[in-house]
């Protein structure tokens, strides 16, 4: 990476150096999370990213980089609230699966929420699929649609996506077509894929709607684009 990024022995290129930047801070690289965190901060073969160069960074400095915890100081100082949300919400992503740090679900819990607290939406959805699904905390489904609600809310397509999904298999005592049909139509309408298609299906069978192929049609010809 430092070779591409630096044009050692090689024409120089900053797409292939955030690409092998990339390969090693996966795998914990103190050095090269930070080298790619500086790509993030100028826009050099990655797009400009002030989000993915604190969470980077902060890497970086958590494993003992000395340049990192230098630059950490300016970067408290740099983000605005948004963006800080982001970079919370991106370290959750670290810690979940374990991308450059070892895999943590507490911590990746905790970072959600601190990213939900600045009202970042992918936080809130992130949150309700730990509840969703048991990861790091007691499988719950009502606190799950609770973190989802906020999601969707917010405009955050999977989130929607999920409600539709939970209110048709009725999770809270019996079915409910109608909602599930307005989160699958407001998630479809963003371009979600599954919510178009589940949203073809509701036409076709006529679930909280009469039958009306020619819409299922339509739905499913958006999904398929």
Do not use: C
Request: hydrophobic residues 40%; proline residues 1%.
């Amino acid at each position: 990476g430092t070779m591409y990024a630096e044009g050692q022995g090689v024409v120089q290129n900053y797409q292939q150096a955030a690409m092998w930047f990339t390969r090693a801070a996966e795998q914990g690289h103190a050095r090269a999370q930070f080298n790619l965190s500086r790509l993030h901060s100028r826009g050099e073969g990655v797009p400009k990213d002030i989000s993915a160069t604190y969470a980077w960074t902060y890497l970086a400095a958590h494993a003992g980089w000395e340049d990192a915890k230098k630059s950490m100081i300016e970067l408290e100082q740099q983000l605005t609230a948004a963006e800080r949300a982001r970079a919370y919400n991106r370290l959750g992503v670290f810690y979940q699966q374990g991308l450059g740090v070892t895999q943590d679900v507490a911590q990746a819990y905790t970072w959600y929420q601190k990213a939900a607290e600045g009202g970042y939406p992918s936080a809130f959805f992130n949150l309700g699929l730990m509840y969703a699904t048991g990861l790091g905390v007691a499988s719950d489904i009502n606190v799950a649609m609770n973190w989802y609600q906020q999601a969707a809310d917010r405009g955050h397509a999977q989130a929607q996506h999920a409600l539709g999904v939970l209110h048709q298999k009725g999770v809270r005592g019996k079915q409910n077509y109608k909602e599930s049909l307005k989160w699958y139509r407001t998630s479809a309408e963003q371009g979600y894929a599954p919510a178009q298609v589940n949203l073809a299906l509701m036409y076709y069978q006529g679930l909280s709607a009469r039958v009306d192929q020619e819409k299922a049609r339509l739905w499913l010809e958006k999904a398929a684009e």
